[in-house]
Nanobody, 123 residues
Framework: QVQLVESGGGLVQAGGSLRLSCAAS????????MGWFRQAPGKEREFVAA????????YYADSVKGRFTISRDNAKNTEYLQMNSLKPEDTAVYYC????????????????WGQGTQVTVSS
């Protein structure tokens, strides 16, 4: 099992920045990649970004490219999501997740999830 704990959410004005962290513990060696997803009220959970543990290859949703940066610290088993130029439409609960597959864009391919952290962007 892999346990994931997010932190770093909060309330920020439009144009501001936040950095989310996700600390992983347990059988972390079984994970191929880590990802971030978000879910706004009344909407489906959507892919935000992902990063592979080994090569550090990154993937981004078009809606966040150029504004968000995903990174990881293998020694600390922690991934980060630096969010800049935040917009009100970025408001959502953000979840980190891990997958043992290379299907990193699909939520149903992730088998471990954190509890989520709220990000609210005011206009």
């Amino acid at each position: 099992q892999v346990q994931l704990v997010e932190s770093g959410g909060g309330l920020v004005q439009a144009g501001g920045s936040l950095r989310l962290s996700c600390a992983a513990s347990g059988r972390t060696f079984s994970a191929y990649a880590m990802g971030w997803f978000r879910q706004a009220p009344g909407k489906e959970r959507e892919f935000v970004a992902a990063i592979t543990w080994g090569s550090g290859f990154t993937y981004y949703a078009d809606s966040v490219k150029g504004r968000f940066t995903i990174s990881r610290d293998n020694a600390k088993n922690t991934e980060y999501l630096q969010m800049n130029s935040l917009k009100p439409e970025d408001t959502a609960v953000y979840y980190c997740a891990s997958t043992s597959t290379n299907w990193v864009l699909a939520a149903n391919m992730y088998n471990h999830w954190g509890q989520g952290t709220q990000v609210t962007v005011s206009s």
